[in-house]
């Protein structure tokens, strides 16, 4: 063999190296970016976001089976599936007007610790990546009882998009019918 044709050992485990560590580095710069993908949708007129990852479905609306004497943010229940879900209505939470759903109606099947249940979305636009630097706090003049639900707001050109805090809506006591019927009870 000519010294044209020896493979240098030393040379190639150095550039694979060099491959390899350049691309740990890209990945840390795209980590550092920091952003989130996000659900895009519309509850009435407001325009909402959440986490992509609380988001297990996006479904036509069914028929939505109403129970008595619940609080006005629950529209009801739906049996998807065999699993029995609670549909939420944002709007009522957030003092919005509250309209029938249209055709562009759809319900977002949101988890998060175990717990489900079903967003009435007048509209969804889509995911969308936002950059975590983005989300603004809620400002202190939103009632305390709706700051919970939401981990910030987007300020857009159209106007303000209010980040759903999905953990904080599923774990409020508003959201839980069995704590309210305690605390009444109690």
Same mark, same amino acid.
């Given at each position: 063999?000519?010294?044209?044709?020896?493979?240098?050992?030393?040379?190639?485990?150095?550039?694979?190296?060099? *491959?390899?560590?350049?691309?740990?580095?890209?990945? @840390? /710069? #795209?980590? +550092?970016?920091?952003?989130?993908?996000? &659900?895009?949708?519309?509850?009435?007129?407001?325009?909402?976001?959440?986490?992509?990852?609380?988001?297990?479905?996006?479904?036509?609306?069914?028929?939505?089976?109403?129970?008595?004497?619940?609080?006005?943010?629950?529209?009801?229940?739906?049996?998807?599936?065999?699993?029995?879900?609670?549909?939420?209505?944002?709007?009522?939470?957030?003092?919005?007007?509250?309209? *029938?759903?249209?055709?562009?109606?759809?319900?977002? @099947? /949101? #988890?998060? +610790?175990?717990?489900?249940?079903?967003? &009435?979305?007048?509209?969804?636009?889509?995911?969308?990546?936002?950059?975590?630097?983005?989300?603004?706090?809620?400002?202190?003049?939103?009632?305390?009882?709706?700051?919970?639900?939401?981990?910030?707001?987007?300020?857009?050109?159209?106007?303000?998009?209010?980040?759903?805090?999905?953990?904080?809506?599923?774990?409020?006591?508003?959201?839980?019918?069995?704590?309210? *019927?305690?605390?009444?009870?109690?």
């Amino acid at each position: 063999m000519s010294a044209e044709e020896r493979y240098d050992i030393q040379k190639i485990l150095q550039d694979m190296r060099a *491959e390899y560590w350049q691309g740990l580095e890209e990945e @840390v /710069v #795209e980590q +550092a970016d920091s952003s989130n993908e996000m &659900l895009l949708f519309h509850a009435g007129p407001q325009r909402f976001a959440l986490d992509a990852r609380h988001c297990r479905e996006i479904i036509k609306v069914p028929k939505i089976i109403r129970v008595p004497r619940l609080p006005s943010h629950f529209r009801g229940i739906i049996n998807l599936r065999g699993e029995i879900l609670a549909v939420t209505d944002l709007r009522p939470l957030f003092d919005l007007p509250n309209e *029938e759903p249209g055709a562009t109606a759809r319900l977002v @099947v /949101v #988890e998060n +610790a175990g717990r489900k249940t079903a967003i &009435l979305a007048t509209a969804v636009d889509g995911l969308e990546p936002i950059a975590t630097d983005a989300i603004e706090e809620v400002a202190r003049g939103v009632g305390e009882n709706k700051r919970e639900f939401l981990s910030g707001k987007v300020v857009l050109p159209e106007g303000i998009m209010l980040v759903l805090n999905v953990g904080g809506l599923l774990g409020s006591s508003t959201m839980n019918v069995a704590q309210k *019927e305690e605390q009444s009870l109690g």
